[in-house]
């Protein structure tokens, strides 16, 4: 399986660390995720913008966005438990 990158930059602004969301790599379209995927926590890439859910919300993360070190944490959980369920699908659908 090809990894997939999310590419953030650590930065200070006002006494305050955030992360500024540069770039994405090797993550899947929404479109091309089974539906069984979407209805938890995942993360997809749509319109160049990635897209990750806490299973209640969807939100969006544009190039450039700065998102706090707790957002960022609850992202990088939602990534890893992400690709853990779409290798499970994959594996499941024989993908």
């Known amino acids: 399986m090809v ?3 999310l590419k953030f930059t650590k930065i200070l602004k006002n006494g305050t660390i955030f992360y500024r969301f540069e770039g ?8 091309e995720l089974p539906c069984e995927y ?5 993360f997809a890439a749509w319109n160049g913008i990635l ?8 939100k969006t993360l544009p190039l450039g966005s700065l ?4 957002e960022y944490q609850e992202l990088m959980r939602i990534v890893e438990i992400g690709k853990e369920r ?7 659908m024989g993908i």
Not at 67 to 70: A, C, L
Not at 86 to 92: A, F, G, N, Q
Request: charged residues 25%; proline residues 0%.
């Open 3 to 5: 990894s997939k990158l």
């Open 24 to 31: 994405f790599e090797n993550v899947d379209s929404r479109w």
């Open 38 to 42: 979407l209805s938890g926590l995942h």
């Open 51 to 58: 897209l990750y859910s806490d299973g209640n919300v969807i």
């Open 67 to 70: 998102i706090s070190v707790n």
């Open 86 to 92: 779409l290798r499970e699908i994959k594996s499941k």
